[in-house]
């Protein structure tokens, strides 16, 4: 997937800075913090819609990795065990 340039370079310096991360930890660390930052809040939904937004993913195309994990997680949250 490729990223907005910002998005890019801070993803390079989440990797540099925490370098004991794997890559797909940077990855979803620097989406995590790139989103708040540009959402001005840290709520799943928002971040995620933010980073959706940002990434140029609308209706009918797939969202960015991290809202898709958000949302599969909420689901998981709300669905009665069984």
């Known amino acids: 997937m490729s990223y907005p340039d910002p998005l ?3 993803r390079e310096t989440v990797s540099t800075a925490f370098a004991h991360l794997s ?3 940077a990855t979803v660390l620097a989406l995590w913090s790139y989103g708040m930052v540009l959402a001005r809040s840290c709520g799943l939904t928002v ?3 933010t ?3 940002q990434m ?3 209706d009918g195309q797939p969202g960015p990795a991290l809202a898709r994990m ?3 997680r909420r689901q998981q ?3 009665p065990p069984s």
């Open 23 to 25: 890559q797909p930890q």
């Open 51 to 53: 980073l959706a937004v």
């Open 8 to 10: 890019s370079e801070w």
């Open 56 to 58: 140029g993913c609308g």
């Open 70 to 72: 958000v949302l599969c």
């Open 47 to 49: 971040v995620s819609a």
């Open 77 to 79: 949250t709300r669905s």
